[in-house]
């Protein structure tokens, strides 16, 4: 009898469990929730389609107040399920960073799922990389930007995640320009070490030892992020189609072996950039990029390097805007100001009352550009 207690009592437990992990429960926050009927109202019966993904379409919409959102409706095919959907919602709810997606509400309507999320109007980074062509500064500001939004995972989330899909097309851009990353469907913990039969993510962005290990750590999104840079520097993508598909990283590499960055660099930028900066942005990107992971940096020290690179383009462009000056004023004294681009970094972290604090203090130095710097 007393066995027979303790077994029901421990499938109540785990039944509980597991109620906590994918039921209503674990969706029962701060953020809104949508009925069907009302996702067909914002979206005009999901009249405009913005994207597909492997959860489902992403349709456009205005819910009552004007404001205008994304609609992410899973699809009955979709790849994803109940529990990558539960997954996303649940991480949304909790964690709050300037550099990541907002959800300003869900769906769980008997069979229909769905995420609402902040509108974001210029799309991906990976459509500005193959399309319009980005200035070196836009494309140095949206790279701090998302590596901030990683960092957050790995350092202001309690406990730590991992994103697990870090790539360009999950880097999305509002009207500002401004970097936000995107899907967490497949983001876990990192103090959960559990391996498992199926390696996740996009190929060309996952890290080679996760296909050794089954598991992915916070130099798993190093290695992605990695390839988004050299994306953000080449202008290419993640595969090159040549004679035979080749990597980024590897094609990179090939041309940087000959100390020649102008074959490297996007020819659409015509050559309007500190040298310095690039050189180091690439070297960055192979370094986070390295086989081994103990060879690669950490986010928080990408921050600070990120920073760095912007330092020297900062300083190229109040170079030119002084000589400018210079000439069409005779050479007069000049008494120029400088804003600095993100005096203002958010720290709006709230996850289970744990603070986030930045490892790093960065300060602004204007450097000029003086050609490559010694490796």
């Not at 009249?47 to 409706?73: C, N, P």
């Not at 309007?272 to 992971?293: F, G, M």
């Not at 600095?340 to 960065?362: K, L, R």
Request: glycine fraction near 8%.
């Amino acid at each position: 009898m007393v066995v027979i207690v303790v077994v029901v009592l421990f499938c109540f437990i785990r039944r509980k469990g597991q109620d906590d992990l994918y039921g209503d429960s674990s969706l029962q926050l701060e953020s809104r929730r949508f009925t069907y009927e009302e996702l067909k109202m914002i979206t005009n019966n999901f009249e405009r389609v913005l994207g597909r993904g492997g959860f489902g379409y992403v349709y456009d919409g205005f819910i009552e107040d004007g404001t205008q959102v994304a609609v992410k409706l899973r699809s009955h095919s979709s790849s994803q399920g109940v529990k990558e959907f539960l997954a996303e919602a649940r991480i949304l709810t909790r964690i709050h960073h300037k550099n990541l997606v907002t959800m300003i509400g869900y769906c769980k309507d008997g069979e229909y799922l769905a995420l609402v999320y902040g509108y974001m109007s210029e799309g991906t980074l990976h459509d500005h990389i193959e399309g319009q062509c980005l200035s070196w500064r836009q494309r140095l500001r949206i790279a701090l930007e998302s590596a901030q939004g990683i960092e957050y995972f790995h350092k202001g989330c309690n406990p730590p995640l991992v994103h697990r899909d870090v790539k360009a097309t999950n880097i999305l851009l509002n009207a500002k320009m401004e970097a936000r990353i995107a899907d967490f469907g497949l983001s876990k913990a990192l103090n959960k070490h559990v391996s498992t039969t199926t390696l996740v993510g996009t190929p060309w962005y996952v890290d080679p030892e996760d296909q050794a290990t089954m598991q992915a750590t916070a130099k798993s999104n190093v290695y992605s992020f990695g390839v988004v840079l050299l994306e953000i520097v080449t202008g290419k993508p993640a595969i090159l189609q040549e004679v035979a598909p080749i990597s980024i990283i590897q094609w990179a590499r090939q041309h940087m072996s000959q100390g020649n960055i102008e074959s490297v660099v996007d020819a659409r930028m015509s050559g309007i950039y500190d040298v310095n900066s690039v050189w180091k942005v690439v070297e960055i990107a192979l370094k986070c990029t390295e086989y081994a992971s103990t060879q690669r940096p950490t986010m928080t020290g990408l921050v600070v390097q990120l920073q760095e690179c912007i330092d020297l383009e900062e300083g190229r462009t109040l170079e030119d805007a002084n000589d400018d000056a210079y000439s069409s004023r005779g050479g007069d004294n000049l008494n120029l100001t400088y804003d600095g681009y993100f005096d203002n970094q958010s720290i709006d972290i709230d996850q289970n009352n744990t603070a986030f604090q930045p490892e790093h203090n960065v300060k602004r130095v204007l450097a000029m550009s003086t050609g490559p710097i010694a490796r």
